[in-house]
């Protein structure tokens, strides 16, 4: 979808001997090597890591691990087609994605752990659920704010008629429970309209969303077709800043939060407060389609060019539990979601059968824009394409969560016959 750039570190991983290289595009390049993997070292994830077969070209689909940046330090990510990166945590499976740069292990949900080792696809999801359900801006926040204030849009819209319709207008407009209805309307034909059209200007009408109402700016009648200009005025954030508080959640952490609540509440001591990435930053390269000022109806780009790291933009965006240093200090839980910067950089768009697939669509959390009245989310196909899909469309969830180094593996080779297994205290 996007190509990543800079120096970036690939790593092969063969009896405890890293080889670093060169990655830029799709090219490796050789340089120095060093061991690293010593008796002392962690000793879950060196074992992860030595079972990695070392690679010393990316020809054969299996590239082992790139070292990339996060906001910790250096991350681990397994890159490529990759089999043996399976591990059994509270009853359920797991795919190992990164060693993170605070030394806990970045995990995605495989399903519900079974001796026998067979899944289906339905089987790498909890459920289904909208990403987030908001009409404007904040509906690609992972948690958003709520402005009550009025908010026309800086956008003038165009609604087009083939037919001479009526539509129902009016001077003014009212509210209930920030949902807006005419006050007194006439029913008017466009024609009537068009010829009338300064008696219509700054006269309002309603679209099928009551969480907003239309203001007219303007009627044209060209090609046999009728075009109503409007501004939209609705109830919302009047900046960035008020949209993005971390007030209310989105309707994938309220799922998240009931699943993890059932699930994994008991085995939190074993959890790290790994943050997060829901990164809202805009996009100052876009084009001039989007106006960019990232709060209520405005279109706005939030999917960058390019990815140089796995750290997330703003500190406001990072979700954490406790950390305030790292994090927003925001969540309920030690739960979330895959970012695009880790599908990127695992190399999914460049793997047949990579091990972020599982032929099952899903939400990331990480934003693509908001344009025509929608938000749109960065999203895994069921064919493992880095795409992207409004937020109010129900998607598979697959959790992730952050292991702590801390516990001893019991048995495992990581393959999906014999996960990896650990001790539970």
């Known amino acids: 979808m996007k190509k990543l750039f800079g120096f970036i570190l690939l790593l092969a991983i063969g009896g405890g001997i890293y080889y670093f290289y060169f990655y830029e595009k799709k090219d490796i390049y050789y340089g120095n090597y060093e061991t690293v993997c010593e008796d002392d070292f962690d000793h879950l994830m060196c074992t992860v890591m030595k079972n990695y077969d070392a690679k010393k070209n990316c020809e054969e689909e299996k590239c082992s691990v790139l070292k990339v940046l996060d906001d910790h330090g250096d991350s681990y990510i397994n890159y490529g087609k990759v089999d043996d990166n399976y591990l059994v945590f509270a009853n359920y499976l797991w795919k190992i994605i990164r060693l993170n740069g605070n030394n806990s292990l970045r995990l995605i949900y495989a399903g519900v752990y079974n001796e026998e080792g067979t899944y289906t696809a339905e089987d790498s999801v909890i459920g289904y659920s909208p990403y987030n359900l908001a009409f404007d801006n904040t509906s690609i926040g992972y948690m958003y704010g709520r402005g009550d204030d009025l908010v026309k849009s800086f956008t003038i819209y165009n609604k087009n008629f083939k037919t001479n319709n009526k539509i129902a207008i009016s001077k003014t407009y009212a509210m209930d429970n920030n949902l807006f209805s005419l006050v007194e309307p006439e029913e008017v034909t466009l024609a009537e309209m068009y010829d009338n059209r300064v008696q219509y200007i700054g006269k309002y009408f309603m679209s099928e969303d009551t969480h907003m109402v239309n203001q007219i700016s303007d009627i044209v009648y060209e090609n046999d077709i009728y075009t109503i200009k409007y501004y939209i005025i609705t109830i919302g954030a009047t900046n960035p800043s008020m949209a993005w508080q971390n007030d209310n959640d989105s309707e994938i952490k309220q799922y998240l939060d009931r699943w993890y609540q059932e699930n994994l509440l008991e085995y939190e001591q074993y959890l790290s407060d790994a943050l997060f990435c829901n990164d809202r930053s805009i996009n100052e390269k876009a084009s001039d389609k989007y106006s960019n000022r990232a709060y209520a109806l405005e279109t706005t780009l939030y999917y960058k060019d390019e990815y140089i790291d796995l750290k997330c933009s703003n500190l406001n965006d990072a979700y954490t539990l406790e950390d305030k240093v790292y994090g927003n200090h925001a969540l309920t839980y030690k739960i979330g979601l895959l970012n695009v910067q880790e599908a990127l950089f695992s190399g999914i ?43 109010k469309t129900s998607l598979g969830i697959r959790p992730v969560i952050n292991l702590k180094l801390t516990s001893k593996l019991t048995g495992g080779d990581g393959t999906i016959k014999n996960p990896y297994k650990i001790e539970m205290q």
Do not use: C, W
Not at 368 to 389: A, C, H, P, W
């Open 349 to 391: 768009e460049e793997t047949k059968n990579h091990y972020l697939t599982s032929g099952i669509t899903y939400f990331t959390m990480t934003p693509f824009e908001y344009r025509n009245l929608t938000g749109k989310m960065i999203t895994i196909s069921d064919k493992g394409k880095v795409i992207n899909q409004a937020s």
